[in-house]
């Protein structure tokens, strides 16, 4: 049986575009799950009714793939999820046609593996931006994580001791301050010169 399944992203947009071309599929109107909800949140309770009326040779159909997940990733791991329970995906109109359900087209196989690859390209992107924005917060002075709850007195005492040679060890029983709190707010001892060069600039 096909399960259809159409979602947008607030009350005020239209469904009826995904519903005709599911409707043209041979979708009846009740095996059709709607949600007016963003992609970008996990409550979405038509798409977890349509997963959960879904049997074994069950397939279910999407306008287009960006309809079912928030991200690349997150359509191609309830496209895996689907296909260990017999399930499969179809798309009706991305430029790369998905049909999970008939392993025998290699085509469809392909599109599958793309999507993969694109997953793990977003990824990978992703992790790239989240450590610029880092980089360049830091170079600015800010500081990234938990705002810091030691005392600034405590802390400029700790640095004092680093400098004058101190081990951490020894800083921790002076100071009271947590190992794992001086490693986290601790400003990084300035770079050491290896070069003549670097004696020129300094100078």
Same mark, same amino acid.
């Given at each position: 049986?096909?399960? !259809? ?18 409707? =043209?599929?041979? &979708? =009846? ?27 074994? *040779? ?6 287009? +793939?960006?309809?079912? #997940? ?10 895996? @999820? ?9 798309? +009706? ?11 025998? @087209?290699?085509?469809?196989?392909? /599109? %599958?593996?793309?999507? /993969? +690859? ?11 931006? =989240? ?5 360049? =917060?830091?170079?600015? *002075?800010?500081?990234? #994580?938990?705002?810091? %709850? ?20 020894? &800083? %921790? ?20 010169? +290896?070069?003549?060069? !670097? ?5």
């Amino acid at each position: 049986m096909d399960i !259809g399944y159409a979602r947008v992203s607030t009350a005020k947009q239209d469904l009826d575009r995904q519903i005709d071309a599911l409707q =043209a599929e041979g &979708i =009846a109107d009740r095996h059709i799950y709607v949600d007016r909800k963003s992609g970008s949140t996990t409550n979405r309770p038509g798409l977890r009714e349509a997963r959960d009326q879904a049997r074994d *040779g069950d397939v279910m159909v999407v306008h287009t +793939l960006d309809r079912l #997940g928030r991200t690349v990733r997150d359509t191609l791991n309830l496209i895996h @999820d689907l296909a260990e329970r017999g399930v499969g995906v179809r798309n +009706l109109a991305d430029p790369i046609r998905v049909d999970s359900a008939n392993p025998e @087209d290699p085509m469809s196989q392909l /599109a %599958v593996v793309m999507l /993969a +690859l694109f997953g793990q390209m977003e990824r990978t992107y992703a992790i790239e931006r =989240a450590a610029h924005a880092r980089a360049v =917060a830091t170079s600015k *002075g800010k500081r990234i #994580g938990r705002p810091s %709850v030691v005392d600034p007195s405590k802390l400029a005492y700790a640095e004092h001791l680093r400098d004058q040679g101190n081990s951490i060890r020894e &800083i %921790v029983e002076k100071t009271g301050i947590t190992r794992s709190s001086l490693y986290r707010h601790l400003p990084p001892r300035p770079p050491e010169i +290896l070069t003549a060069e !670097g004696e020129r600039e300094k100078h």
